[in-house]
């Protein structure tokens, strides 16, 4: 069983900047792709981002582009999102995400685990 514990939301001012966290436990992580999702209020949960087993490769949503950044520490089982140029639409529960793959998906149905979800909430 894989577990996934995100941490870092909050809430910030429109331009601001928050880094989320993603924990892993439960399986060999540096084997296996990462991801991010959002989920706002009335709306279906979204892909932001992915990252594959090693860093090498990575793929963001358009509308976060140049603005966030997926990273990861495979020492640490660990899996970042640094959000920069934070604005009011940013604002979500977002989810971290672990596929059954090692390489990057952007398709939530691929997504096997997922985390409780950290609270981003950007004030305008």
């Known amino acids: 069983q894989v577990q996934l514990v995100e941490s870092g939301g909050g809430l910030v001012q429109a331009g601001g900047s928050l880094r989320l966290s993603c924990a892993a436990s439960?399986?060999?992580?540096?084997?296996?792709?990462m991801g991010w999702f959002r989920q706002a209020p009335g709306k279906e949960r979204e892909f932001v981002a992915t990252?594959?087993?090693?860093?090498?490769?990575?793929a963001y949503t358009d509308s976060v582009k140049g603005r966030f950044t997926i990273s990861r520490d495979n020492a640490k089982n660990t899996v970042y999102l640094q959000m920069n140029s934070l604005k009011p639409e940013d604002t979500a529960v977002y989810y971290c995400?672990?596929?059954?793959?090692?390489?990057?998906?952007?398709?939530?149905?691929?997504?096997?685990?997922w985390g409780q979800g950290t609270q981003v909430t950007v004030s305008s």
């Open positions: 995400a672990a596929p059954l793959r090692s390489q990057v998906t952007v398709v939530p149905g691929e997504y096997r685990y």
């Open positions: 439960g399986r060999t992580f540096s084997d296996y792709a």
């Open positions: 990252i594959n087993w090693s860093g090498g490769r990575k």
